[in-house]
């Protein structure tokens, strides 16, 4: 357990910005897992909405520190080279 006042203090944050993380982490997966969900499906359409909606979210993550912002890059770049590739 931490001693110091400065110490107490920045277990604290740890706590409230791990929180933060959690929930800025989901959304990124959550997003990621719907455009995939969509590509499975097949529907091109359903495809390039879910990944508009998702290429923002996850540069947001990476802005924000939780995703290193090469990961968030080439997350997007997958997805839409995907989305891309389907006939329809």
């Known amino acids: 357990m931490a ?4 110490a107490k203090k920045a277990a604290r944050q740890a706590v409230r910005r ?3 993380n959690k929930s800025r982490t989901t959304r ?3 997003a990621v897992r719907q455009v995939e969900e969509a590509i499975a499906s097949g529907k091109k359409d359903e495809a390039a909405k879910a ?3 998702a290429a923002p979210v996850l540069a947001r993550t990476a802005q924000k520190g939780v ?7 080439r997350k997007v770049s997958r997805l839409s080279a995907r989305v891309k ?4």
């Open 3 to 6: 001693n110091t006042k400065s």
């Open 18 to 20: 791990t929180e933060v």
């Open 28 to 30: 990124a997966r959550t």
């Open 51 to 53: 990944l508009k909606a």
């Open 67 to 73: 995703l290193h912002k090469k990961t968030a890059s």
């Open 85 to 88: 590739a389907m006939a329809n």
